[in-house]
């Protein structure tokens, strides 16, 4: 069975502070992408960053970026200069997505 | 097309009676899903399709839960015999997701907000 633990079920941040958000997972597929992402209050879901499983290098994409640890099946994302705008709900797919994790809220305090 | 849209965005039905959610995918994806999203919770997997076949419908909840999808385009969540605890967000996706790949980004709708009383 695949499954997907966010252990954080909220997660606070001062604005222009770092926060890690952790997620893990469990697959025996060999080749797959990692998603987060983001729900605001509008519910509209939003792609933040992907991984190809492939690939060593931790993505990044502006404040966002990503440690992936394919052998511990780990796949957290770091938000760095926190922004009001980056509250939300955050979600990981780690396995192709099809499969979230139940979302971590983040709270950004200004 | 411009996104994924989905229709109705707010759905109040009555227990016992039967609703239709569409969603209109991205033109030229191949890949559609369908989630569950309750109240505070995340996303639950309902059914993929890859064009007009579903190979994964492993998350409909019961048999109450169908769907389809024509023309590889429009596909159409029923439930039947509605309960109130099918009230919940009910979101689609679309990919252009290769069969057998675990590669492609999911883009998705708005959402239909389903209130069964």
């Known amino acids: 069975a695949q499954t997907v633990t966010q252990s954080q079920p909220e997660m606070s941040v001062q604005e222009a502070e770092t926060v890690t958000l952790s997620c893990t997972y469990d697959?025996?597929?060999?080749?797959?992408?990692l998603f987060w992402y983001k729900q605001p209050p509008s519910r509209q879901m939003i792609l933040v960053i992907r991984?190809?499983?492939?690939?060593?290098q931790n993505a990044t994409e502006n404040r966002f970026s990503v440690n992936f640890q394919k052998a511990a099946k780990s796949f957290s994302l770091k938000i760095s200069d926190s922004q009001l705008g980056d509250a939300a709900m955050y979600f990981c797919?780690?396995?192709?997505?099809?499969?979230f994790g139940a979302g971590t809220r983040l709270t950004v305090k200004p | 097309g411009a996104g994924v849209s989905q229709s109705p965005s707010n759905k109040v039905t009555e227990k016992g009676k039967d609703v239709e959610l569409r969603c209109d995918p991205i033109?030229?994806?191949?890949?559609l899903y369908w989630y569950r999203q309750s109240l505070g919770q995340g996303l639950e997997f309902l059914i993929y399709?890859?064009?007009?076949?579903?190979?994964?419908k492993s998350g409909l909840p019961s048999d109450r839960f169908s769907a389809e999808r024509t023309g590889g385009s429009v596909s159409t969540l029923t439930i039947q015999r509605t309960q109130q605890e099918d009230s919940a967000v009910y979101l689609c996706?679309?990919?252009?997701?290769?069969?057998?790949?675990?590669?492609?980004?999911?883009?998705f709708g708005p959402g239909t907000r389903l209130t069964v009383l």
């Open positions: 399709f890859q064009g007009n076949s579903a190979p994964d």
């Open positions: 996706a679309s990919s252009s997701r290769t069969s057998g790949s675990f590669t492609d980004t999911q883009y």
């Open positions: 697959t025996s597929e060999s080749d797959y992408y």
């Open positions: 797919a780690p396995i192709g997505g099809m499969r």
């Open positions: 033109s030229g994806h191949t890949a």
């Open positions: 991984q190809e499983a492939y690939k060593q």
